[in-house]
Nanobody
């Protein structure tokens, strides 16, 4: 059974940085798109950033210029480098895989229901 394990969350001060990792239990080349999503209390999950097998990326407007998604195919790992963190970035962050890219990478990142497999999430708290 496919497993995704997120790590790297924690407590950081505003302006600080964290790097999240998502380790997948099989080759990430088997999945067209891998995404990072986040969930605020009482809200639905929203796409943060996604990357496809060709390296194309998408970011939600609120993180553009601050977050960077990357992948290491040899390690079956996808990263989310988060810089200049703000209190409003506080959330549980999840990674997820989509077997097929059925629309643009931007649209894929806006549609969590297109992702079949999810990790358990890692908490990111930005507070002074």
């Amino acid at each position: 059974q496919l497993q995704l394990v997120e790590s790297g969350g924690g407590l950081v001060q505003p302006g600080g940085s964290l790097r999240l990792s998502c380790v997948v239990s099989r080759s990430i080349l088997d999945y067209d798109v891998i995404g990072w999503f986040r969930q605020f209390p009482g809200k639905e999950r929203e796409g943060v950033s996604c990357i496809n097998s060709g390296g194309s990326t998408s970011y939600v407007d609120s993180v553009k210029g601050r977050f960077t998604i990357s992948r290491d195919n040899a390690k079956n790992t996808v990263y989310l480098q988060m810089n200049s963190l703000k209190p409003e970035d506080t959330a549980v962050y999840y990674c997820a895989t989509a077997a097929r890219q059925i629309s643009s990478i931007q649209a894929m990142c806006l549609t969590p229901r297109l992702y079949n497999n999810w990790g358990l999430g890692t908490q990111v708290t930005v507070s002074s």
